[in-house]
């Protein structure tokens, strides 16, 4: 394997340039959220070659892995993997996240960071009017007529979300308000779970130049249950997509944005060229909704939600200082989600001109191939373990996923951990690997067979989903856990205890309103305010 090692301090000059560079944190997404550099991008080792050609689209900008510290292995192992994709240009950050705190360099905990100190720095930058829970609960009793847009997508917004409340995801909010909203007179409140979402749909009605009172709710639906009030679930309520005249006003009203925050457009034979030049990362990413994305999208695009985009901007794009196009059929979403990101400080953001046609490709976006190894079907499954062998059903789906549901008796390993944790099964004569649709399974069994070479190793063919979609009986719970469950950044209300949500509630909006702090001692970001 060939890599440099970098030390924090050099590392830090570098980050305060405007060339491309990625700091890739490798550990655990849990663990990336107890303290991290500013601006990492959680990889975890674990699900890397599931990711990495998707954050990392370009094979020569500079990556610097980062772990834990001295004593853990992680980044070495990554730099095996981006070897085998060949990737040109890789360091590691010299003591991990140990060498960084004692540097006297900042960690910042949480997950999104960027996105979420950018949230607060549009409500102080711009003051965003808001409305508290207890507001808005007293208008709504007194008869007011009040539309409450919940920006989240619809998996969170048919979780919880505020009564009355209608689902209308980020960027959709200024492509449909004016078909969701018929008179200019309504008052129009945004929530979101938290604060980030809140905050810039709100705004970005504002910058849109609605006539309609706007504001975020403040703290969202957690500010909601705080406040003791009810939340509604399984919801379905969705605002209709455009007609023409509705259309035409978002878009005019979007093409004013653009002019007020420079936001920069580019064409179709510009992308392609950009796309053959291997020495600049180019991001190309379709901000409208999965159902348009699956009907047609560019050759080599990603679905990226604009409203995700900008609240989640490390999932989607891991180099720093690299070119983003962000592409839509009529531009306003686009529009809209290129003027946050340029506020942001991502200087090379481009709007592509021209609606798409019949260029496109349908279908889901790319995903890397995998090594197949050998499976065992759901029935072939189930018929072992009624007749009780001596087997073992390892799930490495996330803690999240398992705790929802997964094959009965199976243990929960992080696969990056299998090498330590294995040793906590049984002796068996057959090992089954499972995750949700099987792909982390089968990059997993090569090791586990080199872990256990006296057990048969065989993946659940099509993963834990196959076993649910064929009707067999899923357990519940952290029944039989090889790792501690520390691979995924748990939200506030991911418990059942009533007294411990409250707390991580509070926990954790006082962790984001106390972020613009922290990015001011830290130094490193300047957002750009209009």
């Given amino acids: 394997m060939s890599y440099s090692l970098l030390s924090p301090i050099d590392l830090r000059q570098i980050m305060m340039s405007k060339a491309e560079y990625a700091l890739i944190d490798v550990r655990e997404q849990g663990v990336h959220s107890e303290g991290h550099p500013f601006f990492a991008v959680s990889l975890p080792l674990s699900r890397f070659e599931l990711d990495v050609e998707r954050l990392l689209p370009g094979k020569f900008a500079p990556i610097y892995l980062l772990d834990q510290g001295p004593e853990t292995e992680f980044a070495v192992r990554a730099v095996k993997l981006l070897e085998e994709r060949n990737y040109a240009n890789i360091a590691i950050v010299e003591g991990g996240v140990f060498a960084w705190r004692e540097a006297g360099l900042e960690l910042f905990s949480g997950v999104n960071v960027p996105s979420k100190a950018f949230g607060e720095f549009v409500e102080e930058a711009y003051e965003t009017p808001h409305i508290t829970a207890e507001e808005l609960a007293k208008r709504q009793e007194k008869g007011e007529t009040i539309a409450i847009f919940d920006s989240r997508p619809f998996p969170e917004f048919h979780r919880m979300s505020i009564p009355g409340g209608i689902d209308i995801p980020g960027a959709e909010l200024v492509h449909r308000v004016f078909e969701a909203v018929v008179d200019d007179k309504t008052q129009i409140v945004v929530n979101c779970a938290g604060r980030t979402r809140s905050i810039i749909g709100a705004q970005s009605l504002i910058n849109a130049g609605l006539s309609n009172p706007v504001c975020a709710l403040k703290d969202g639906t957690m500010g909601w249950y705080l406040a003791d009030f009810e939340l509604a679930h399984r919801q379905d309520a ?171 008796g199976s243990y929960w390993a992080i696969r990056s951990r299998l090498s330590t944790d294995h040793i906590f099964i049984p002796p068996v004569g057959l090992i089954i690997l499972t995750s949700d649709d099987s792909r982390l399974a089968h990059l997993a069994a090569p090791e586990i067979a080199l872990l256990r070479p006296d057990a048969i190793v065989r993946v659940l063919e099509g993963g834990t989903d196959a076993w649910e979609e064929m009707g067999q009986k899923l357990e519940s719970g952290d029944t039989n856990l090889l790792s501690a469950a520390d691979d995924v950044w748990y939200k506030p209300y991911d418990t059942n205890n009533s007294e411990e949500i409250r707390q991580r509630m509070q926990d954790y909006l006082t962790w984001e309103v106390g972020l613009l702090q922290q990015v001011e001692r830290d130094g490193l970001v300047r957002f750009r305010r209009y």
Wanted: proline share 7%; net charge negative.
């Fill in 238 to 408: 969705l605002a209709p997509p455009p007609a023409l005249p509705a259309a035409v006003r978002s878009q005019k009203a979007a093409l004013a944005v653009a002019d007020r925050f420079d936001v920069k457009f580019t064409t179709l034979e510009s992308v392609k060229a950009w796309q053959r030049d291997d020495q600049t990362t180019l991001y190309v990413l379709d901000v409208r909704t999965e159902e348009e994305y699956l009907d047609g999208h560019l050759p080599g695009s990603y679905h990226a939600p604009g409203g995700q985009l900008v609240q989640a901007t490390d999932e989607f794009v891991a180099v720093r200082n690299a070119k983003i196009v962000v592409v839509d059929d009529d531009a306003t979403r686009a529009i809209m989600t290129a003027s946050w990101l340029t506020q942001m400080d991502w200087q090379q953001v481009y709007v592509l001109q021209g609606v798409l046609d019949a260029r496109c490709e349908s279908g889901p976006q790319p995903r890397p191939s995998i090594p197949l190894h050998p499976h065992i079907s759901v029935l072939e499954l189930d018929a072992v373990l009624t007749s009780r062998e001596a087997t073992a059903v390892i799930d490495l789906a996330s803690s999240l996923s398992y705790r929802k549901g997964h094959v009965p």
